[in-house]
Nanobody, 124 residues
Framework: QVQLVESGGGLVQAGGSLRLSCVAS????????MGWFRQAPGKEREFVAS???????YYANSVKDRFTISRDTAKNTVYLQMNSLKPEDTAVYYC??????????????????WGQGTQVTVST
């Protein structure tokens, strides 16, 4: 049984920062793929960032240079450091995992395991 649990969401003013965490239990994705997606009201779930293997990172253009994905393999945890937040970043953020290395831009359908999400709200 694989479980992913997100935390770190909250309310922040535009220009502020948050760090999201996702802890995986049941199996380890240390050298495989974990990602972050988000879904805002009235919109479909969209890709935010992913990390795969030991070095491969990918970011959506909308967050590149503002967000950073990383992980601590010993803790089986992936992080999303979110800087220079904008109101457009407001969404429920989900972490996801797959026990396969992905070297191309992933989509939600590439992932097998999902967390329940954490709300991020960026005020004006």
């Amino acid at each position: 049984q694989v479980q992913l649990v997100e935390s770190g969401g909250g309310l922040v003013q535009a220009g502020g920062s948050l760090r999201l965490s996702c802890v995986a239990s049941g199996r380890t994705f240390s050298t495989y793929t974990m990602g972050w997606f988000r879904q805002a009201p009235g919109k479909e779930r969209e890709f935010v960032a992913s990390i795969s293997g030991r070095t491969y990172n990918y970011y959506a253009n909308s967050v590149k240079d503002r967000f950073t994905i990383s992980r601590d393999t010993a803790k089986n945890t992936v992080y999303l450091q979110m800087n220079s937040l904008k109101p457009e970043d407001t969404a429920v953020y989900y972490c996801a995992g797959k026990a396969v290395v992905i070297f191309t831009a992933p989509s939600s359908k590439d992932f097998d395991y999902w967390g329940q999400g954490t709300q991020v709200t960026v005020s004006t």
